[in-house]
């Protein structure tokens, strides 16, 4: 019953923008950190941001910072991941995960510490 389920992938050109959803069911987010991690082809998946439950503090690896502004809707249970001026590099699948807790460490981006997964959404970013 608890579930993550991401949308708003798809292809975009470079300096693009897009922004995607992350829907959860089953759970509160007053109760789970959120977190989005990409994996790009022959790469390692990574953290990308996350935004933490009781006070919704947000954390950005560096290469986005600037550009990506992840937010949520508490009412909606949603989690966003607004991303601007994207690179061509920045094509992967995004996953949007869960987090048990306050979620301080969120930003450690340790991929069993996210209990709960959804499928991942498809970005491309080429002209």
């Known amino acids: 019953q608890l579930q993550l389920t991401e949308s708003g992938g798809g292809l975009v050109q470079p300096g693009g923008s897009l922004r995607l959803s992350c829907a959860v069911s089953g759970f509160s987010l007053d109760n789970y950190a959120i977190g989005w991690f990409r994996q790009a082809p022959g790469k390692e998946r990574e953290g990308v941001s996350c935004i933490r439950s009781v006070d919704g503090s947000t954390e950005y690896v560096d290469s986005v910072k600037g550009r990506f502004t992840i937010s949520r809707d508490n009412a909606k249970n949603t989690v966003f991941l607004q991303m601007n001026s994207l690179k061509p590099e920045e094509t992967a699948v995004y996953y949007c995960?869960?987090?048990?807790?306050?979620?301080?460490?969120?930003?450690?981006?340790?991929?069993?510490?996210?209990?709960?997964w959804g499928q991942g959404t498809q970005i491309t970013v080429s002209s």
């Open positions: 995960a869960a987090q048990r807790g306050t979620g301080d460490y969120c930003s450690n981006y340790v991929n069993w510490e996210y209990e709960y």
